[in-house]
C-alpha cells in the first residue's frame, strides 16, 4: 500500500522539480510534444519513467476534452499502406469488431520509421489502451507506448514486454512446415525473399550476419524458421539464399525474383515472408518464361484472398481472429491484473505453386 500511495504522489510537478523544468513543460511533453526539442522531450519521459509517473491520467483527459473511449492501433507503415496491404486489413477488420461490440472508437496511429522515431504521435495520443501491431524488438516508438498509463497489447512483436499482453503466431514452427513440403518435394537450393529485417534501410541479399541482427521479430522467425528446419531436412545439403526488400509490395517481390534467379541460377524455389512477394515473384516468373510450379516453385505466407485466387501455396493464419483477439484483450474482456499471451494456429495449404524439383535440377 505504501507504494501505491507513493506512486499516486508522483505528479506532474514532481517530474518538473526533477527535471529543472516549468510544469507547463512537462505538460507539453504529453500533449505538446513537438513544441520541445528531442533532446528535453526524451530527458522529461526517462525522468518521468524513472520517476514511476506515466503520464496524464487518461480517464481525466477524457473529461477535459470531452473525448469518448478510444484504442490506438500503433502501425509501422503508413495508413495507405495498411489499406492496401491484405494481411492488415484482415487483421483491422478483426480488431474493428471488437471495439465495435464495445461501442469504443479507434484511432490509427502511422509511424513511419524512415521519417521519424514516431514518439511524439504516441506521446500525445488520446487513448485509453493501446495495440501495437508489428514492431521491432527495441523501436523509440515502442518505449513510448510501454511509457503511457494505458494497457497495452503487442500483436506480431516482441513478446515477454512488462505489463503487456501479446498475441501472434509460431512463426518458427509455421515456416517449418514450408521447408519440410519443399524438402520433400526434392528441392535442395531454394531462395528466400522477405522484408524489412530491421529499420535500416537495406536492399540485397542477406548473410548470417545480418540475419542474427535483425530486429523485426516476423520476418526474422519467418526466415530462421525456414533455413534452420531445411538445412536439418536435407542433411546439411540443401542451399537457402536470402534476400531483403524495403517493403512487402508486388514491386518488391519482381525484384527480389529477378535478383535471386539471376545470382543464384541453380534456386528451384522462392519462398516468401508473405503472400503479395509472392505474387510478385509469379509475375517475374510469367515474365522469364519460367512455367510455375514446373521450372519454379513459389509459395508465401497469411493466405490473403489475393493468394487464394493466384492458387498460391502458402501459410494459412487466421487475421481477422488476431485482430479480434487483440481487441478483446486490450478492451479488458481478459483479466486486467494479468497478461495473456496468445498463440494463434496456422496451416499450410498446398495450392498449385508448388511441385517436384525439376528434372534436370535431381
Not at 492496401?84 to 469488431?97: I, Q, R, S
Not at 539464399?241 to 525484384?255: K, M, N, T
Not at 484483450?329 to 486486467?336: E, I, K, S, W
Request: glycine share 8%; charged share 25%; hydrophobic share 40%.
Amino acid at each position: 500500500m505504501k507504494d501505491e500511495a507513493a506512486h499516486r504522489q508522483v505528479t506532474l510537478q514532481s517530474v518538473a522539480d526533477a527535471v529543472g523544468v516549468s510544469r507547463t513543460t512537462v505538460s507539453n511533453a504529453y500533449n505538446r510534444p513537438s513544441r520541445l526539442s528531442p533532446s528535453l522531450l526524451e530527458r522529461i519521459l526517462d525522468t518521468a519513467r524513472d520517476l514511476g509517473y506515466s503520464g496524464p491520467d487518461p480517464v481525466a483527459r477524457k473529461l477535459r476534452t470531452g473525448l469518448k473511449s478510444a484504442v490506438g492501433l500503433v502501425l509501422t507503415d503508413s495508413l495507405p499502406f495498411a489499406f492496401h496491404d491484405e494481411a492488415a486489413v484482415g487483421f483491422l477488420h478483426g480488431l474493428a469488431l471488437s471495439c465495435e461490440t464495445a461501442r469504443t472508437s479507434l484511432l490509427l496511429i502511422p509511424v513511419n520509421p524512415d521519417r521519424d522515431d514516431g514518439s511524439a504521435q504516441i506521446v500525445q495520443a488520446a487513448v485509453d489502451s493501446m495495440v501495437v501491431y508489428s514492431v521491432p524488438d527495441d523501436a523509440p516508438y515502442l518505449r513510448a507506448v510501454l511509457r503511457k498509463n494505458v494497457p497495452v497489447v503487442v500483436v506480431d512483436g516482441p513478446k515477454d514486454l512488462p505489463h503487456t499482453s501479446w498475441v501472434g503466431l509460431d512463426q518458427l514452427g509455421s515456416s517449418g512446415l514450408i521447408a519440410r513440403h519443399l524438402a520433400e518435394l526434392g528441392h535442395r537450393e531454394v531462395g528466400v525473399l522477405c522484408h524489412r529485417l530491421s529499420d535500416e534501410v537495406y536492399i540485397g541479399h542477406v548473410d548470417d550476419e545480418r540475419l542474427s541482427r535483425a530486429s523485426y521479430p516476423v520476418q526474422r522467425e519467418r526466415v530462421t524458421g525456414f533455413k534452420d528446419e531445411f538445412l536439418r531436412l536435407t542433411g546439411g545439403q540443401g542451399v537457402v539464399h536470402v534476400a531483403e526488400r524495403r517493403v512487402s509490395d508486388l514491386a518488391s517481390g519482381r525484384s527480389g525474383a529477378r535478383a535471386l534467379l539471376r545470382d543464384f541460377p541453380g534456386v528451384t524455389a522462392i519462398v516468401c515472408t508473405c503472400d503479395v512477394l509472392a505474387l510478385g515473384v509469379l509475375s517475374m516468373a510469367q515474365e522469364l518464361g519460367l512455367q510455375v510450379p514446373l521450372d519454379l516453385s513459389v509459395t508465401g505466407f497469411d493466405d490473403i484472398p489475393s493468394a487464394e485466387r493466384a492458387d498460391l501455396t502458402t501459410i494459412w493464419q487466421p487475421l481477422v481472429e488476431k485482430g479480434e483477439v487483440a481487441g478483446e484483450m486490450v478492451l479488458g474482456h481478459a483479466n486486467a491484473a494479468e497478461s495473456r499471451h496468445d498463440t494463434l494456429p496456422t496451416r499450410l495449404v498446398k495450392r498449385r505453386t508448388t511441385g517436384p524439383v525439376p528434372a534436370d535440377q535431381r
